[in-house]
Each structure stands twice: as structure tokens, then as C-alpha cells.
């Protein structure tokens, strides 16, 4: 077992927190933002802010520099405080989703003492076994699965953490419940958890005057504000590539597949042959798809021929995905992972780019997306060239 402060600075949202570091929790954000500043042992933090933020706006599901050390409460309260200045709720979802899905990680891997003390921690009403109890068994193709556990937590807590998280599974009418207690196994719990993370996250207190003010303040301090002005100058990039996302639609009947990119009928191509996909590829062409707004079933039979292919998972999943709206990844990310096919291809659109009369200059392909809209927009000028063309002769 860790003891209590590891515990917090592997976890800083922890409630103890205001214990452990009464000095953070008593201390005004100036001088919390200077401390960092003129200690040298926390220069690495502002990078580790930077990239975060940036993990998050191409909605990533973890982070490369993520780290249990010393800087990790200073990298929350952070993260909090900048949110709490940008005021926006698009970074803050992304922002959120993020880090409760990195905490996630962390907790599948914690033991059972640990997962009691965290719970404890967060006054949660949960009780530890010391035998496990057998709760449920299920059939799955043919063979028997039993479900036991340690772990039960009072209903009304178990309703409080899970109200907001929709799957049919986790309605409490679904659950094992005998004498209020709801039975858990421990990856259900670290769900729970992690939904406490993200709506702890997304909670902003204080009136938008005091907001205000402490914006002004906190944008005095020259490092600050450079951070700031990267994470804001970040976000306004992105914004302008999801907005594709929204204007790019699926036709019935269309054959869209030929205006995709290399990248997407790459992974459409291994898919159709029964190759396996890598996780990654799996998301990308979800999440693209799903934007493209292309029916369920269409997207699920994608990976009929997949060798670990479940169709109640996949149908989960996708529905799951479609729920939450994931952003689509951007090509500097499909890059980042080796999943960029514009050379193997030879693809002009994306190797050259395109000339932006806008802009009045060459532009970059940054979207999959805008390749798709750029495709059909092209298309159909031809098209109309050739109609006129026609009346014309
Ligand atoms: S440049 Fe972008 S759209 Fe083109 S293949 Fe690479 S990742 Fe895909």
C-alpha cells in the first residue's frame, strides 16, 4: 500500500489534498503561477502543460509525457486554473476527457488497498470483503463466466457517480444489489472514478467578475501569458480544421470512398482483406467516418472481418464513440503515428497541397476531412462545367 501523500501526488484531485498541501490550497494564484516561475525544478512543467492541452485538442486518449513526480499537483492545479481562465467548454470537455482517461489507466493498474483508500478519501460509503463474493454469472458463447468481487459501495453514492454515464449496463437496475450496497468489481469502480475526475474537471466555481479579474492578473506575469497565448494561438489552429467535420456529410446511395485520402482507404483496404487493425487505426477510422456522418451499421461492418470481430462490442463501441463525438484526428497526428500514406501513394492533394484564392497562397492539406471536401467540392464543379458545356454545344 502508499502511503497517503503518494497517493496525492499521483492523484492531486483527491479531497485530502487541502491536507497534505495546505500551503497550495491556502496560497493566491499569483503567487502559486511565481513560484513556478523562478523555481528551476519546475521548468519542464510549462512544456508538460503545453503538450497536454495540445494531446487533448487532437483528441488523444493518452499522454506521452505524463509523470507521477513531484510537479504532478502542480501540473493539475495548472491545468485547473487555466481553464478556469480560458472559460470555454470545448477545451474543457477535451481537457477533461483527457485527463480522466489517463487516471483511468492509472487506477486499472492500482491495488485493491489503494482503490479502498482512494474511495475513502471521497467519503464514498464503500465496504471491502475479505473473501470475494460471487455476484453474478453469465454466459458468454457457451461458457460460464463468474463474476466476484471484494468491493461494495452504497447505492446512493453508486447512483451519484454513475447518473451521468448512459450504457443500459450500468443503471443500478442492472447491477447486483443486496442491502443498499451495490457489488463492484474494481474496473467498474475506477469507471465510476474516473467520471468523478472529469465532472471535478469541468466544475468551475466563482462569479465570471472575479474570473475576470483574476484572468487580468494572472496574464501580468510575462511566462504566463506566453503559455496563455501558445495554448489559445493552439486551439484557434484546431478550431478552424474541426469545423470540416460539421460541413462534410454522408450521402445516401454516394460512393464518398473515392474522395477519401490515402490514410483512410488504407485502413479500409486491411479491414476488407481481414487484416488486423491496430487500436489506432480503429479510432481514426471511427471517428472519421462517424463525422462523416455514415450510418452505424455501415461503419460496424467495417470490421465484420476482423479476427477478434464481436458485433455486440463493435456495435458498443461505435454507438459509444458516436455519443461522445469524438474529434476526428488531424493529419499532424496520423503523421505522428506512422499512418500518413501520402508518399506511399504518391498523393499530389496532400504531398503538394492546394491554392487557397482566400488566402491567395499554397496551403497544406491539414484535415482528412477537408480532403473529403475538397474532393466533392472539386467534383461537382466539374460536373457543372460539363452540364453548361452540354447546353452550350
Ligand atoms: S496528408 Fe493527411 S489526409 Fe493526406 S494521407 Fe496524410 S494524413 Fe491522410
Redesign the pocket.
Known amino acids: 500500500m502508499s502511503n497517503d501523500f503518494d497517493l496525492i501526488r499521483q492523484y492531486p484531485w483527491l479531497p485530502s489534498l487541502k491536507i497534505y498541501r495546505s500551503d497550495l490550497a491556502s496560497i493566491n494564484p499569483i503567487e502559486f503561477i511565481k513560484d513556478i516561475i523562478t523555481d528551476p525544478s519546475k521548468e519542464v512543467l510549462w512544456d508538460r502543460i503545453y503538450e497536454f492541452f495540445k494531446s487533448a485538442f487532437d483528441n488523444l486518449e493518452y499522454f506521452s509525457y505524463y509523470k507521477i513526480d513531484d510537479l504532478n499537483i502542480y501540473f493539475y492545479l495548472s491545468l485547473r486554473m487555466l481553464l478556469i481562465i480560458l472559460n470555454n467548454k470545448s477545451i474543457s470537455y477535451r481537457v477533461a476527457n483527457l485527463y480522466s482517461k489517463i487516471t483511468y489507466n492509472e487506477l486499472a493498474t492500482e491495488n485493491d488497498s489503494n482503490l479502498y483508500s482512494i474511495c475513502k478519501d471521497l467519503k464514498l460509503d464503500i465496504k471491502y470483503e475479505q473473501e470475494p463474493i460471487i455476484f453474478r454469472k453469465i454466459a458468454i458463447k457457451d461458457q460460464l463466466e463468474t463474476l466476484q468481487t471484494k468491493f461494495k459501495i452504497h447505492f446512493s453514492d453508486y447512483l451519484k457517480l454513475s447518473s451521468r454515464l448512459k450504457d443500459d449496463f450500468r443503471k443500478l437496475i442492472n447491477n447486483a444489489l443486496k442491502d443498499g450496497y451495490v457489488y463492484l468489481r474494481p474496473k467498474s469502480l475506477s469507471r465510476l472514478i474516473q467520471e468523478y475526475v472529469r465532472m471535478k474537471i469541468l466544475k468551475f466555481e466563482g462569479d465570471i467578475e472575479n474570473i475576470n479579474k483574476l484572468k487580468e492578473d494572472l496574464l501580468k506575469v510575462q511566462e504566463f501569458k506566453d503559455l496563455y497565448d501558445s495554448i489559445i494561438a493552439d486551439w484557434e489552429l484546431k478550431k478552424e480544421r474541426f469545423e470540416y467535420s460539421f460541413e462534410t456529410a454522408f450521402k445516401k446511395g454516394e460512393d464518398i470512398s473515392k474522395n477519401f485520402?490515402?490514410?483512410?482507404n488504407e485502413i479500409l483496404v486491411k479491414a476488407e482483406i481481414g487484416q488486423n487493425l491496430q487500436h489506432t487505426e480503429r479510432l481514426i477510422i471511427v471517428f472519421f467516418l462517424l463525422a462523416l456522418n455514415c450510418p452505424k451499421e455501415f461503419i460496424i461492418n467495417i470490421f465484420s472481418k476482423q479476427p477478434d470481430y464481436d458485433e455486440n462490442k463493435t456495435t458498443y463501441q461505435v454507438e459509444f464513440a458516436k455519443k461522445k463525438g469524438y474529434v476526428p484526428h488531424a493529419?499532424s497526428t496520423?503523421?505522428s503515428l506512422n499512418?500518413?500514406?501520402?508518399q506511399k501513394h504518391n498523393?499530389k492533394?496532400?504531398l503538394d497541397g492546394y491554392f487557397s484564392k482566400k488566402n491567395n497562397k499554397q496551403k497544406k492539406?491539414?484535415?482528412?476531412l477537408f480532403?473529403v471536401q475538397f474532393k466533392q467540392y472539386h467534383s461537382a464543379k466539374l460536373k457543372n462545367k460539363d452540364k453548361i458545356q452540354e447546353k452550350n454545344d
Do not use: F, G, N
Not at 485520402?261 to 483512410?264: E, K, L, R, S
Not at 499512418?339 to 501520402?342: F, I, S, V
Not at 492539406?365 to 482528412?368: G, Q, R, T, V
Open positions: 485520402p490515402t490514410c483512410m493529419c496520423i503523421k499512418l500518413c500514406m501520402a498523393d492533394l496532400c492539406i491539414s484535415h482528412p480532403y
